[in-house]
């Protein structure tokens, strides 16, 4: 069976974002910790519809609120992916890749949404470097998870056309 090379590549993408999404997790985590605790204090002196904002950090921009929220959604679920791919990976039969794929499909999708917000903060300039990392991992978690998806689904279609078509009525 010629399943091998996605297998590994689809196992070593699973690995390298899990340690990706847990960087992107753990960043996110103190930028929302962060913001919590400076927020009063910072918010306090802006006019009116600014102190109101729902979702308003004191370091970044305006979009800042926004991609740090998402990013962390976005990182949490990309963890839990990429642990269940890895279990589904090993077994690697054709139940299993299917929601291991469906999984990461929906984890690159969250993903993408972080990363256009991230490329939003960029357009609007003035973040730290703590937030400037951030979009960059969020940008490459991107790419990686896009070649992850494409290797399971590779992988699904090895399993379909190995499997036996079945005989009589179903």
């Not at 590549?9 to 974002?17: E, G, K, P, T």
């Not at 999708?109 to 357009?123: H, P, Q, R, V």
Request: net charge neutral; with cysteine.
């Amino acid at each position: 069976m010629a399943s091998g090379g996605s297998k590994s590549a689809a196992f070593m993408l699973l690995l390298l974002n899990l340690g990706l999404y847990f960087v992107v997790t753990v960043i996110a985590a103190w930028a929302v910790n962060h913001g919590i605790e400076r927020a009063r204090e910072s918010a306090s002196v802006l006019s009116l519809p600014a102190k109101i904002f729902p979702i308003y950090f004191p370091v970044g921009n305006m979009a800042t609120g926004f991609f740090v929220i998402f990013s962390l959604i976005a990182g949490v679920v990309g963890m839990a992916t990429s642990l269940t791919g890895v279990m589904n990976v090993l077994e690697w039969d054709s139940p299993t890749l299917h929601s291991a794929a469906t999984s990461s499909l929906i984890s690159w999708s969250l993903t993408l949404l972080a990363m256009g917000l991230a490329c939003k903060e960029i357009n609007l300039g003035w973040t730290e470097a703590n937030l400037r990392t951030l979009e960059v991992l969020t940008i490459i978690v991107s790419a990686t998870q896009l070649l992850c998806t494409g290797a399971l689904h590779v992988g699904v279609g090895e399993t379909v056309a190995g499997e036996r078509p079945h005989a009589g009525r179903v």
